[in-house]
């Protein structure tokens, strides 16, 4: 069995964000035995080109109307510069759908911002990219005494990350899905946060 996950793909979304976790997603390399790479679909407003903030043009596979969450097991929510815009209101309403499923949803830097103002963080535990600034752009947000100081946090069916912490982000996306050894995950982290080579040939052991 392999995971469906909806990638949602804007103009300015921050590509690197989300790099090494659909890299992993896809390419199910890294994966426990027996289990097959994800997939993954982009989805957009249209089905029309997007242009990425390092200026990659993606071209959705279904706009968001054709959506169905019954078919999915996670949605990614990569930042950008327009999440505090009336434009992402229908795929915040999907993700609110998600939560209420216990369809896993994980935002990271900008998105969360939209995740605020759409309310969905009220009494969720979760983080952004500075609580300040959260509140003073996110007038609808009331979730202060459920944020945390920390790169990444877990709450159930939502994740949420700094835009500063892809890997942290990474890695509870990773472990949420349970397609990585907890052995296998710790290396992969530990390889790209310290560049040391001990931990390649950690991972390489643990996939062994």
């Given at each position: 069995?392999?995971?469906?996950?909806?990638?949602?793909?804007?103009?300015?979304m921050?590509?690197?964000?989300?790099?090494?976790l659909?890299?992993?997603?896809?390419?199910?390399?890294?994966?426990?035995?027996?289990?097959?790479?994800c997939?993954?679909?982009?989805?957009?407003?249209?089905?029309?080109?997007?242009?990425?903030?390092?200026?990659?043009?993606i071209?959705?596979?279904?706009?968001?109307?054709?959506?169905s969450?019954?078919?999915?097991?996670a949605?990614?929510?990569?930042?950008?510069?327009?999440?505090?815009?009336?434009?992402?209101?229908?795929?915040?309403?999907?993700a609110?759908?998600?939560?209420?499923?216990?369809?896993?949803?994980?935002?990271?830097?900008?998105a969360t911002?939209g995740?605020?103002?759409?309310e969905?963080?009220h009494?969720?535990?979760?983080?952004?990219?500075?609580?300040?600034?959260?509140?003073?752009?996110?007038?609808?947000?009331?979730?202060?005494?459920?944020?945390?100081?920390?790169?990444?946090?877990?709450?159930?069916a939502?994740i949420?990350?700094?835009?500063?912490a892809?890997?942290?982000?990474?890695v509870?996306?990773?472990?949420?899905?349970n397609?990585?050894?907890?052995?296998?995950?710790?290396?992969?982290?530990?390889?790209?946060?310290?560049?040391?080579?001990?931990?390649?040939?950690?991972?390489?052991d643990?996939?062994?």
């Amino acid at each position: 069995m392999n995971h469906t996950v909806y990638l949602y793909v804007f103009d300015t979304m921050a590509d690197w964000e989300i790099g090494y976790l659909t890299a992993e997603l896809n390419s199910g390399r890294y994966f426990k035995k027996g289990l097959s790479p994800c997939k993954i679909v982009t989805v957009g407003m249209e089905k029309t080109p997007i242009t990425t903030m390092g200026g990659l043009k993606i071209q959705p596979d279904l706009q968001l109307d054709d959506c169905s969450i019954e078919s999915i097991d996670a949605l990614i929510l990569p930042g950008g510069d327009t999440w505090t815009e009336a434009i992402h209101q229908p795929i915040l309403k999907m993700a609110a759908s998600c939560l209420n499923e216990g369809k896993l949803v994980a935002a990271i830097c900008g998105a969360t911002m939209g995740l605020a103002q759409a309310e969905l963080l009220h009494s969720r535990w979760h983080t952004s990219n500075d609580l300040e600034y959260l509140k003073m752009i996110c007038p609808a947000y009331t979730g202060e005494a459920y944020y945390k100081k920390e790169s990444a946090v877990t709450d159930g069916a939502l994740i949420t990350a700094s835009g500063v912490a892809p890997l942290e982000f990474t890695v509870q996306v990773l472990r949420a899905l349970n397609v990585f050894s907890a052995k296998t995950l710790d290396a992969w982290y530990r390889l790209h946060k310290t560049h040391e080579p001990q931990y390649y040939y950690e991972l390489m052991d643990s996939i062994q």
